[in-house]
């Protein structure tokens, strides 16, 4: 059993940065591939960008180049910086841990984004 812990979203302006964290507790955090979804005001819930265990990343193309994914595998954490917020940005982040092979998925509760001047 993983649990997925988000913290770091809040209000930002237009073209500001913004730090999102996922802290999970539970073993072997190193094996999952890990993935930030987010889903805005009437809109499905999307990806954003993963990072598997091997460190290998991929990101929607509404955020290449602005925002990064990464993880620290010893603090059991996998970070988001996004920068350049735009308002479309605005949304429910949420951090996704899997391991298809052996059919495990877990979410956290979500940390609100908000973009507005």
């Known amino acids: 059993q993983v649990q997925l812990v988000e913290s770091g979203g809040g209000l930002v302006q237009p073209g500001g940065s913004l730090r999102l964290s996922c802290a999970a507790s539970g073993r072997l955090f190193n094996i999952y591939t890990m993935s930030w979804y987010r889903q805005g005001p009437g809109k499905q819930r999307e990806l954003v960008a993963r990072?598997?265990?091997?460190?290998?990343?991929n990101y929607a193309d509404s955020v290449k180049g602005r925002f990064t994914i990464s993880r620290d595998n010893a603090k059991n954490t996998v970070y988001l910086q996004m920068n350049s917020l735009k308002p479309e940005d605005t949304a429910v982040y949420y951090c996704?841990?899997?391991?298809?092979?052996?059919?495990?998925?877990?979410w956290g509760q979500g940390t609100q984004v908000t973009v507005s001047s």
């Open positions: 996704n841990a899997e391991k298809t092979n052996w059919n495990l998925n877990y």
């Open positions: 990072i598997t265990s091997g460190s290998s990343t």
